[in-house]
C-alpha cells in the first residue's frame, strides 16, 4: 500500500481528538454547525500578531516540556499555502511509491472490493490528502511543513506544529526511519507501527492545546475544523482510503493513553525501541502488553508458475484485524458483525496473481485464535463474498483455525493451491 508519513490531518482526526479533550473546560455551544454550513466568518482563526518564529519557539518550549525530550538539532519550520502543499505532497508521494507497488496495491484493493473498479491510488490519495493534511513532518528530509489556510498562524496552526514538532522530537531521539511505516508487504505491522507515532503526537497535542488556547481560540479551531471542502473530500473519499488514514490517530491516541496510564512518557519511549507489530495490538492494548506476537503466514513458493501458462506473481501483503474488518464492512456486513468476526485474528498472508488477458486472482489465508473465531469469520467471509464475483470466481474454505479466501478468474485453481491440509492447519 502507499507509505504514509507523519503528519497532521485537518478535520475530525487531530484537531478534533485535541477539541474531545478540551470539552470539559469549554462552555457548552447553544448550535453545532452541521458538516454543510461554512462557518461564520466571526469564527475565522485569528492570526497571531507575534513574529512566526517567535510563536514557533513558544510551542517548542512547550511540547519539549510536555514530551519530556530535547531537539538534538534545529528544523526550522515552513509555513505553505494549499498550493505548495499539493506540490510537495505530489513530488514526495511519486518519489516514495513505485509504479509496481501502486500497481500491486491498485489491483490488489479492487479484486477485494475496498476501491471501485480503474480507481487510481495515486489520484485518490493525493486528493484526499491535498484537502485533508494540515502539515507534515519528513524524517527523509528534516524538512517541516506547517499549512496555513488562513493566511497566518491562527490556533489551526500553532495547534498542527505542535504535533508535527513531536515527530521532529520522535525522529531525532528513536529514528523513524528503523521504523517499518514504509513496508510495501507488511501493511498491517506499518499501520500499527504509525499508530504509535501518531497516538504520541496526538497526546501532545492535546496536552498542549488544553493548555494554551483560550475557548475563543477552541471555537475558532472547530470552526476551521468543519471546513465544507475538506469534508466534502472527507465523505468522498473511498472508505479504505479515509478509514486507514484516520486509524493511527483515532486508534494510535487510545493505545498511547494506555501506555501513559501505566507508565509516562517513559514507558512511550519503551514502545519505539519496542513498537507494535500488528493493528490487534494496536486495537487491544493488553495484547500488546503480553507481547502476542501475530501467527506467521506462510504461502506456497512459485505460484504464478503453478497456476499454469501466463501466470505470474504480483505480490504479497497482510491485511490485520483492522483491514480485515474493513474488508467485511465495506461488502455488506453489519459494523458490529464485522467487528466480532475480525476480532479472533492471529494472523494472515494475502497474494495476488496476474493472469492471461489481464486477469487477477487474490489468494488470503488467514489464521484464528480459536475454531470459534475461525467459524466466526468464515460466517462473516461467505456473506462478503457474495458480492465480489460468481459462483465460479469465488472460493472459501474453513479448516479448525484457518479460513481460506481465493477471488477472481483463477480462484479455483489457486484454492488448490493455498486451500490444502498444511494452509488449514490441518
Not at 491498485?106 to 495515486?122: M, V, W
Request: net charge negative; proline share 7%; hydrophobic share 40%.
Amino acid at each position: 500500500m502507499p507509505t504514509r508519513r507523519p503528519a497532521s490531518p485537518r478535520p475530525l482526526v487531530a484537531w478534533v481528538a485535541a477539541l474531545l479533550v478540551c470539552a470539559c473546560s469549554m462552555p457548552a455551544p447553544t448550535a453545532a454547525p452541521t458538516a454543510t454550513t461554512p462557518p461564520p466568518a466571526s469564527a475565522s482563526p485569528v492570526a497571531s500578531h507575534l513574529p512566526d518564529a517567535q510563536v514557533y519557539a513558544s510551542i517548542r518550549k512547550d511540547v519539549e516540556a510536555i514530551r519530556g525530550l530535547q531537539p538534538t538539532a534545529d528544523v526550522d519550520p515552513v509555513t505553505i499555502d494549499e498550493a505548495r502543499l499539493r506540490t510537495n505532497l505530489t513530488a514526495e508521494f511519486d518519489s516514495e511509491n513505485t509504479p509496481t507497488d501502486l500497481k500491486f496495491s491498485e489491483e490488489t484493493l479492487i479484486a477485494l472490493g475496498l476501491l471501485p473498479a480503474g480507481s487510481s491510488l495515486r489520484d485518490l490519495t493525493l486528493d484526499f490528502q491535498g484537502s485533508q493534511v494540515a502539515g507534515y513532518y519528513s524524517p527523509d528530509k528534516n524538512e517541516l511543513f506547517v499549512v496555513s489556510r488562513s493566511g497566518g498562524l491562527g490556533p489551526a496552526e500553532e495547534v498542527t506544529y505542535s504535533h508535527e514538532f513531536t515527530h521532529q522530537l520522535q525522529d531525532q531521539h528513536f529514528d523513524l526511519g528503523k521504523l517499518g511505516v514504509d513496508a510495501t508487504n507488511q501493511s498491517d505491522r506499518a499501520l500499527a507501527q504509525l499508530a504509535l507515532i501518531e497516538g504520541d503526537a496526538v497526546s501532545v497535542q492535546n496536552r498542549w492545546t488544553t493548555a494554551n488556547l483560550t475557548p475563543e481560540e477552541m471555537g475558532q479551531l472547530f470552526s476551521a475544523s468543519l471546513d465544507p471542502k475538506a469534508l466534502e473530500a472527507l465523505q468522498r473519499a473511498p472508505a479504505y482510503l479515509r478509514e486507514t488514514s484516520l486509524f493511527p490517530y483515532l486508534n494510535g491516541n487510545p493505545f498511547v493513553e494506555t501506555l501513559l496510564a501505566g507508565g509516562g512518557y517513559g514507558a512511550v519511549n519503551d514502545a519505539f525501541a519496542k513498537p507494535p507489530v500488528s493493528t490487534e495490538q494496536i486495537l487491544h492494548p493488553e495484547k500488546y502488553a503480553q507481547q502476542e506476537p501475530p501467527v506467521e503466514v506462510r504461502l506456497p513458493t512459485n505460484l504464478g508458475a503453478k497456476m499454469g501458462a501466463g501466470w505470474t506473481d504480483a505480490g504479497q501483503d497482510t491485511l490485520g484485524e483492522f483491514v480485515l474488518g474493513l474488508w467485511l464492512t465495506q461488502n455488506g456486513v453489519t459494523s458490529a458483525a464485522a467487528t466480532a468476526a475480525a476480532v479472533g485474528w492471529g494472523g494472515d498472508r494475502l497474494v495476488l496473481l496476474r493472469g492471461p488477458s489481464g486477469t487477477t486472482t487474490v489468494g488470503l489465508v488467514t489464521v484464528w485464535d480459536t475454531e470459534e473465531d475461525a467459524a466466526a469469520f468464515s460466517d462473516a467471509a461467505t456473506s462478503a463474498i457474495e458480492r465480489l464475483g460468481t459462483i465460479e470466481t469465488r472460493h472459501l474454505l474453513s479448516g479448525s483455525k484457518a479460513v481460506v479466501v481465493t477471488l477472481g478468474d483463477g480462484a479455483k485453481k489457486l484454492m488448490s493451491l493455498i486451500g490444502g491440509a498444511a494452509a488449514l492447519g490441518q
